[in-house]
């Protein structure tokens, strides 16, 4: 089992930036492929960017472009750089692994709004 922190988050107008981190309990990242998880509310988490054990990331079509996903392995930590925000990027948002998911953690709540 794997314990992941995530921070960062907060409120920002629309077209701001935030620099989320997930920090993990031990080294992971070149073991499995990671996320970054978003829940709005009342509806489903959904992944909005990945990056694979060899470093190739993706993105799902609502953040391309905006969001960038990066690792630094010496400090097991994980960053989500999200910039040019929009009001429905408003959700909690966690990281996790890909698949076969840890405990997810409590999030860290990103809100958007003028």
């Known amino acids: 089992q794997v314990q992941l922190v995530e921070s960062g988050g907060g409120l920002v107008q629309p077209g701001g930036s935030l620099r989320l981190s997930c920090a993990a309990s031990?080294?992971?990242?070149?073991?499995?492929?990671m996320g970054w998880f978003r829940q709005a509310p009342g509806k489903q988490r959904e992944l909005v960017a990945g990056?694979?054990?060899?470093?190739?990331?993706n993105y799902a079509d609502s953040v391309k472009d905006r969001f960038i996903i990066s690792r630094d392995s010496a400090r097991n930590t994980m960053y989500l750089q999200m910039n040019s925000l929009k009001p429905d990027d408003t959700a909690v948002y966690y990281c996790n692994r890909q698949s076969r998911f840890w405990d997810w953690g409590q999030g860290t709540q990103v809100t958007v709004s003028s």
């Open positions: 031990r080294s992971i990242f070149f073991g499995y492929d």
């Open positions: 990056i694979t054990t060899g470093g190739i990331t």
